[in-house]
């Protein structure tokens, strides 16, 4: 079973950076961030293809948002720029043996962290 813990979330003002990490037992072969505002679905952010770093981010979130990895230390990293009051809600990671590139439906991943909270302020 494959273990995932979120942290740096927090509060910020929009406009703001925040950067957020997810350590993992182990990365599987897609790796994604999810978030939930109170009230609304789980929306996919963003995802990274362990095997060449190939990233793939959803529309709300390209050119402000970046997701990396370091294969090395098992971790996952979503840097948050510019953040709007829209991006507020807990986030977390997931882990996918084989969701596909591009898919960020919540119902393709097997493993998830238990999230951090991201609070932007207008």
């Known amino acids: 079973q494959v273990q995932l813990e979120e942290s740096g979330g927090g509060s910020v003002q929009a406009g703001g950076s925040l950067g957020l990490s997810c350590a993992a037992s182990?990365?599987?072969?897609?790796m994604g961030w999810f978030r939930q505002a109170p009230g609304k679905e789980r929306e996919g952010v963003a995802m990274?293809?362990?095997?060449?770093?190939?990233?793939y981010l959803s529309d709300s979130v390209k050119g402000r948002f970046t997701i990396s990895q370091d294969i090395a230390k098992n971790t996952l990293y979503l840097q948050m720029n510019n953040l709007k009051p829209e991006d507020t809600g807990m986030y977390y990671c997931?882990?996918?043996?084989?969701?596909?590139?591009?898919?960020?439906?919540?119902?393709?991943?097997?493993?998830w962290g238990r999230g951090t909270q991201v609070t932007v302020s207008s």
């Open positions: 182990a990365l599987s072969y897609y």
């Open positions: 990274i293809k362990r095997r060449n770093g190939e990233s």
């Open positions: 997931a882990g996918s043996p084989g969701a596909g590139f591009g898919n960020l439906r919540p119902e393709r991943y097997n493993y």
